[in-house]
């Protein structure tokens, strides 16, 4: 009877499973991606809570969106991790991509992994409050 009791009360000491978040319900949040520019130039996110974040390629070329620290601290869907396992993505002419996470606390540097890009202004500044 003891043994049972000290199972239960291991059991009830354990903490419950994180729950998987409603990403079906998060709010979305469009990134505008054109020639030398991000818009918006910052992006304003709520720590902790769920997000999809929207990149639209409204220009001619292959843009790119890095932002290591950024996606490293956040919780990122399972769905959209192998998106950004090295921290950036590229996205064609006209294409969206849609990553699901949860920002952590704090401010981000974003750039265009291209050095012609970046030296033009293509950048961002991430706040998570």
Not at 60 to 86: C, H, I
Not at 103 to 123: E, F, K, T, V
């Amino acid at each position: 009877m003891r043994l049972w009791l000290m199972l239960l009360a291991l059991l009830a000491a354990m903490p419950a499973p994180a729950e998987e978040p409603l990403w079906h319900e998060a709010p979305e949040y469009d990134v505008l991606m054109r020639p030398f520019d991000y818009e918006p130039s910052t992006i304003r996110l709520t720590a902790g809570r769920p997000v999809k974040l929207r990149f639209i390629n409204q220009g001619q070329a292959t843009f790119s969106f890095s932002a290591e620290s950024f996606f490293r601290a956040s919780r990122v869907r399972a769905g959209d991790l192998e998106m950004v396992t090295d921290g950036h993505f590229e996205i064609a002419p006209g294409e969206q991509r849609e990553i699901a996470l949860i920002p952590a606390p704090g401010r981000y540097h974003a750039n265009s992994s291209n050095l012609i890009h970046r030296m033009l202004g293509m950048s961002a500044e991430i706040i998570v409050e």
